[in-house]
């Protein structure tokens, strides 16, 4: 699994749904941490079965995506850390919804952080992006973005996350 996730999606409902499918993939039910910042909380978990623990760190939009990344150079490489970004969202605070999680994406792949997106895009304009997500995997140096489409599925999200995290303990 991952030791720190980002998540970048900018709706508070979708932020709670997504803290839900990871405390059930890593089976966690205790919140060890919690800080409240409005768009923007921590949440770390610890597992039901062993000490492991899990980071969670939420954005709402691009530039406290990019601040959190940057964070993470203090725990790279010997943690384990992954990120599933919306498409749609905020540059900054207060700001419209653009495909910003391009953005997000091009920072993981400097970074060389796993990313997954996991977006709504059926009410948006961005079939145009379709041909831009291959590109962009072989770009990465796992040389794989998984993409969610048309419908949210954090479930799914962490799963496929967790399996370019950590191929060998997915089963």
């Known amino acids: ?8 999606e900018d709706k508070q409902e979708e932020q709670t749904v997504a803290l839900e499918a990871i405390k059930r993939a890593t089976n966690s039910a205790e919140v ?19 000490d492991y623990a899990t980071e969670v760190l939420f954005a709402n939009n691009l530039e406290s995506a990019k601040k959190w990344i ?26 419209k919804e653009e495909p910003n999680g391009l953005g997000v994406i091009a920072e993981c792949i400097t970074e060389g952080i796993p990313v ?20 962009l995997g072989k770009a990465h140096p ?4 998984p993409i969610i489409l048309d419908k949210k599925d954090w479930g799914r999200a962490v799963t496929l996350l967790a399996e370019i995290v950590n191929p060998a303990a997915v089963t």
């Open 142 to 145: 796992l040389g794989n973005i």
């Open 1 to 8: 699994m991952f030791n720190i996730v980002i998540v970048v």
């Open 116 to 135: 997954v997106v996991c977006s709504d895009t059926d009410h948006h304009e961005v079939k145009w992006m379709n041909p831009i997500f291959p590109i």
């Open 70 to 95: 940057k964070y993470t150079e203090l725990f790279r490489p010997r943690t384990r850390v992954g990120v599933i970004t919306d498409l749609m969202f905020p540059l900054n605070k207060g700001g």
């Open 32 to 50: 060890i941490r919690s800080e409240i910042t409005p768009g923007c909380p921590i949440v770390g978990l610890k597992s039901l079965n062993s």
